[in-house]
């Protein structure tokens, strides 16, 4: 394995404003490439109002795409009693640890883009801190839940940046990406810590 203080992660994801996309191998070099503790998820206001809405939607199953090793899907079914918990990650490496660390999350190896073609059992998809990375996917994999899917929940949690340059064609800030959401939206709430009001989390809750 690399030394940890000499790997960057960005090298294995997003460099220079190119998509790399080496989950697998990050994982491997990186023990820790996103480190949120439950303390972090807590005060991140972000997160535990999506945790609020699922539990005031009255949502039995979350299956989460791009789930890594489970550390947000865990924390949140410890605050939505009765959550059933499921998700996948492309990453081999990260869903082995997944599963010897949190055994109630029923967890597989998938790529989102495919895996949606799938019949998964869920009352609410999330997509938590992965768009940036199925860009080139999001439009069909839109079209395919709205097939499939029509009347189901989808929960997104993104993080924009002032100085961001990969993903711009897309998205170009957070208010392009809400205008231009695919499904039928019923909040929105916006975390900025810089003026601009562009860098910083978003959440959606939609109905498909
Ligand atoms: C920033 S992490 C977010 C992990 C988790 N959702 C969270 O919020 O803690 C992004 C994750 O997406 C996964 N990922 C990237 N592309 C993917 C794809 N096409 N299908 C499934 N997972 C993917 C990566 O392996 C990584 O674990």
Known sequence: MPDQKLVDYHDYVISEGRFIGRFEEMYKACENPWPESADDLELNPISSYAATLLARHGFKRIFSFGMGKGTHLAWLGGKVPGLSLAGCDISPTAISEATVRHPEINASVADAANFIESDIEFDVLLFREVIWYI????????????????????????????????????????????LRFPFTILEVLRHHVTPQQREGMVLILARI
Do not use: M, N, S
């Open 135 to 178: 860009l080139t996917d999001w439009q069909q994999l839109c079209t395919t839940l709205k097939q499939k899917y029509a009347g189901r929940y989808v929960l997104v949690e993104l993080t924009f940046y002032d100085d961001q340059r990969y993903g711009v064609e897309y998205f170009d800030g957070p208010d392009e990406f809400i």
